[in-house]
Structures are given as structure tokens and as C-alpha cells.
């Protein structure tokens, strides 16, 4: 078995500028007009944050899982706060053939990367920019490493080969976190990995506060 690559717990790298939530969101919109790429949001994001008063509105909390709230979307790209209770856990899910970006606002989250090694489905291996399909009953993964994202700390990013992660809000930390996330395309459905019972499956999304 490898060994797992722990990241540290990052210091805050970059201190954005807060801004009213409609500046805020025209400037995805004007950027989600012309060609996406990693890097353009994510210059975006390190130079701007929504300020914490106008992020109230989107705050949307349960008890035992987490919230995904809309803060903005159109055909080419979404934003969502999503609010994490103490031991919120998502379960391992692809985010294959989207662009993706996430930075904290409130607490702080762990991110456990991976890469599917085999299934007894090969013809449902990686499909390139559409996403890997369901219907294995035997699965094996690789455990890359784990990341940890901190307000101001570096931004988690997912990319259009092949992202596999859980995200995980520990327990034994004892306190709430809040994230926001920007996706391009908008994700509507995601694949779920259920490593327990060795299976997967597809599962729709929806946002919490509509």
C-alpha cells in the first residue's frame, strides 16, 4: 500500500478584496462571455471575494449534511456557497470534463484526491470530456493526497481530465466551514463511488435555497 501524501494545513497566500455580491457576480459574467480557462478564474477569485454581509443571504445550514446555494448561473459557468456543518462528509464523486475552482470563506475543509485505477466495467472507463459511467460492481482506487483549503490559503481546483475527491469538514475539528465554488459548465450531476458496497452510480444535484 502507498504511503499517503499528507499537504499540510496551508497559510494564507492571497487576501482578495471584498465587493458587493452584484459586482461580484458581474465579473463571472463577463468573464463566462469569452474563453474559460483555470487560470482566468482563478485570478479572478485571488483579486475579489464576496463581502461577508451580502454572503448572509446565501446561507443555508442542516444538521447532517451540507448545503450547495446558488449565488449565480447561467449556461457557461455557476457559483454556489456551500455551508458545511460540523462532520459534513461528501461521498468520492467525479467532477470529470468540467473546470472547477474553490475557495474558503469561513472554517476550513480537507480535500482527498484519487484516481481510479480499475473496474469490472472497462467499456465505463474515463470517458474524455463527457465523465466516466456507471454500473461497476468491482472498483479500485489509488488514495493520491489530501489537500486542505483555508480562508486565504491556496484555492482547490478541479480540471477536465480526471477529478475524483471527497471533501470532508472533520468532526474533531469542531466547527462549521463555508466555501464557494465555481464551476464551468455548470454541474447537474456528478458520479458517486460507494467503495463500501463497491458500486457506483449517478446522482442529480440541485441547489438547497430554490
Known sequence: METQKISPVPQAVYSPEPVPAGQFVEGIRELSRGLITKQKIYDYLVRYEIRPADLEQYKNWLPDRHTRNKIFRNEMIEVMLICWPVGAITPLHTHNGQL???????????????????????????????????????????????????????????????????????????????????????????????????????RDLKYDNE
Open 100 to 202: 472547477g475552482w474553490m475557495t474558503m470563506i469561513e472554517g476550513k475543509l480537507k480535500v482527498e484526491n484519487y484516481r481510479k485505477i480499475d473496474c469490472n466495467r472497462p467499456e465505463a472507463q474515463q470517458v474524455v470530456g463527457i465523465d466516466c459511467l456507471t454500473g461497476a460492481t468491482k472498483i479500485e482506487m489509488q488514495h493520491l493526497q489530501d489537500e486542505f483549503a483555508v480562508p486565504g490559503g491556496p484555492l482547490n481546483t478541479v480540471d477536465k481530465t480526471q477529478t475524483i475527491h471527497r471533501i470532508i469538514n472533520a468532526a474533531e475539528w469542531n466547527q462549521r466551514a463555508v466555501s464557494m465554488h465555481v464551476y464551468s459548465l455548470p454541474i447537474d450531476s456528478c458520479v458517486v463511488f460507494d467503495m463500501d458496497a463497491q458500486r457506483c452510480f449517478r
